[in-house]
């Protein structure tokens, strides 16, 4: 059969966890996320959010789509353990908690698990059934440069922390460069975004 189990983490959060023993120790990783986003106001709701309701071969319920229906599919694994089917590799199902508020389920499940390096991850987002072979993901960087520090709403004279980061001075997002410099291509627009600004003076969020 399936090895099932709750990984609790506290009183409000907690993983289930999955595991379908295959022919060989190769691991296969199926993940998705058990939260949603929060209902939001009721009253905008044609239906009822906490209940999946099926119109015109449509399903509407709060996370129909992001993700209770690839958790649905994967949900799946307990009718081929109870059918005795034996995989050739192993499967593990790994429903996380948090995915929408900083991933604490995977980070607990990563702390338990330092040795799973499954063969193959699939996680079951929405992508209107095309694989999506890639993430985009994200990455954070902390720069220490050297300029004239100022306040946001005269940023010319303290433009010189830009030359340092690789951009022209005044090209900067949402406002007027300074007179007598060209627009950084790439840029302005929110090429990048950066959160906080730490200018030694106090701490500016951007």
């Known amino acids: ?73 994967m949900a799946f694994l307990g009718e081929l353990a109870e059918s005795g089917c034996v995989p050739q590799k192993t499967i593990v199902f790994a429903g996380t908690c948090d995915e929408e508020r900083g991933g604490l389920g995977a980070k607990e499940i990563i702390k338990e698990y330092p040795d799973l390096f499954p063969k193959l991850l699939l996680i079951g987002e929405p992508t209107s059934c095309q694989a999506g072979v890639a993430q985009k993901g994200c990455i954070w960087l902390k720069l220490s440069v050297s300029g004239k520090t100022s306040l946001a709403g005269n940023q010319c004279p303290g433009a010189g922390i830009w030359p340092a980061c690789g951009f022209e001075r005044g090209a900067y997002e949402g406002g007027t460069p300074c007179a007598g410099t060209q627009h950084t291509p790439g840029y302005h627009g929110g090429g990048w975004n950066c959160t906080k600004y730490d200018s030694g003076q106090g701490a500016v969020s951007g």
């Open 1 to 73: 059969g399936m090895e099932t189990r709750v990984q609790l983490i506290d009183e409000h959060h907690g993983n289930v966890i999955g595991v379908l023993r295959g022919k060989t120790e190769e691991t296969i990783l199926f993940n998705g996320h058990l939260d949603t986003v929060p209902y939001g106001d009721i009253n905008e709701w044609n239906t009822n959010p906490a209940v999946c309701a099926e119109q015109d071969g449509r399903l509407y319920a709060r996370g129909a789509s992001d993700m209770k229906s690839g958790l649905a599919v």
